[in-house]
């Protein structure tokens, strides 16, 4: 009869998927305790209850069409979709900043004088409630002798460099050429040992020279990796998983094949991510103790240094652990397993 048929059927499956001997009384009414995808889980925890021929062939079509395991694609997918973000971000700060070099190198005086012009905007703001004439005055003095052959050069305001310049910003420049027409070195001396310092080292030297944005390009890269692991641990406490899991159609179960619960899951991300957070905090504080300065050498700073260090890190375990047959190095210290959803 059909209920011989469900429990024979029923044994066979548990006996199968946990790799042991069951008999009849032992396998009756239990779903099997194996990390199965959950759509396979729901089918086993009704069969023992299943009415008819008619119920299993129901639930079995379905099945027939949906994957059957976590590959080690899908696996490296997991470790893409984490990387996608700093990827794209870190690629967008090297095309502005290799473009903002190539402006400054056709026209190395438009940014720095847009920073000035930005700052004595902004004091004149505040001259209604502080007397700042004297530092007004020094900087309207020092952007007239530094940069008013830039200013009255007609092909500055075509160029591409000056597009971040308004027509208020350079309105003022000119009027600041007409007022001061004529700027003697003893003037701009004195004016420069007070306007540089207001204006917040308008020589922007990282855009200039041979040095490498590599490391800038590593640090924002860094940052980005940091904020996504913060908000990685958060999803998995609170959703029980990220957004690359939910993409890729991928959940975590327990060895019996039960959902892991949130605090399960939120260790399982702690451990994905502690290797850059601890790898990332620790070549800081190397880094510090080796180097008083901020800058190491070749223009390569001790942030850059130390997210390019800690991103190579973690990639490397990223991968290795992606390699793994089955599951990964985080999955196998959290105790669970990568199932499709």
């Known amino acids: 009869d059909f209920?011989?048929?469900?429990a024979f059927l029923n044994q066979v499956a548990v006996?199968?998927?946990?790799?042991?001997?069951?008999?009849?009384?032992?396998?009756?009414?239990?779903?099997?305790?194996?990390?199965?995808?959950l759509h396979a889980r729901t089918f086993l925890t009704a069969l023992p209850?299943?009415?008819?021929p008619g119920d299993l062939t129901a639930g079995l079509k379905p099945l027939l069409q949906k994957v059957a395991s976590v590959t080690r694609?899908?696996?490296?997918?997991?470790?893409?979709?984490?990387?996608?973000?700093?990827?794209?971000?870190?690629?967008?700060?090297?095309?502005?900043?290799?473009?903002?070099?190539?402006?400054?190198?056709?026209?190395?005086?438009?940014?720095?004088?847009q920073f000035c012009l930005i700052r004595l905007s902004g004091l004149e703001r505040q001259s209604a409630n502080k007397d700042n004439s004297k530092e007004r005055q020094a900087l309207e003095v020092y952007i007239a002798g530094r940069f008013g052959k830039?200013?009255?050069?007609?092909?500055?305001?075509?160029?591409?460099?000056?597009?971040?310049?308004?027509?208020g910003l350079r309105a003022k420049a000119r009027r600041i050429v007409a007022k001061y027409p004529d700027v003697s070195a003893e003037e701009f001396a004195e004016a420069k040992a007070v306007a540089e310092p207001l204006a917040g080292g308008p020589d922007m030297a990282i855009f200039l020279g041979d040095?490498?944005?590599?490391?800038?390009?590593?640090?924002?890269?860094?940052i980005v990796t940091l904020l996504l692991a913060l908000l990685s641990i958060f999803c998995a406490l609170v959703f029980r998983?990220?957004?690359?899991?939910?993409?890729?159609?991928?959940?975590?179960?327990?060895?019996?094949?039960?959902?892991?619960?949130?605090l399960r899951v939120f260790w399982r991300a702690l451990v994905t991510w502690l290797p850059f957070v601890l790898g990332s905090v620790g070549l800081a504080i190397l880094g510090r103790l080796l180097y008083a300065e901020p800058a190491v050498s070749?223009?390569?700073?001790?942030?850059?240094?130390?997210s390019a260090l800690a991103l190579a890190l973690f990639a490397a375990l990223a991968i290795m652990s992606a390699l793994l047959p089955e599951r990964g190095i985080q999955d196998r210290l959290a105790g669970t397993w990568l199932v499709p959803r």
């Open 3 to 6: 209920g011989a048929a469900r």
């Open 298 to 306: 070749g223009g390569i700073t001790v942030p850059g240094a130390v």
């Open 49 to 52: 209850t299943s009415q008819g």
């Open 211 to 222: 040095k490498s944005l590599l490391p800038a390009v590593a640090f924002q890269a860094g």
């Open 150 to 167: 830039t200013i009255s050069d007609p092909a500055t305001w075509t160029s591409l460099a000056a597009a971040g310049l308004d027509a």
């Open 73 to 113: 694609r899908r696996r490296f997918g997991l470790v893409l979709g984490c990387a996608f973000v700093p990827i794209l971000m870190g690629g967008f700060m090297l095309f502005g900043m290799s473009m903002a070099r190539r402006f400054m190198e056709e026209q190395p005086d438009v940014m720095p004088l």
């Open 241 to 262: 998983g990220g957004l690359a899991m939910r993409v890729l159609g991928v959940v975590a179960v327990k060895r019996d094949g039960s959902r892991a619960g949130r």
């Open 15 to 37: 006996a199968a998927l946990e790799g042991r001997i069951v008999d009849t009384d032992a396998a009756r009414g239990r779903t099997p305790a194996a990390p199965v995808p």
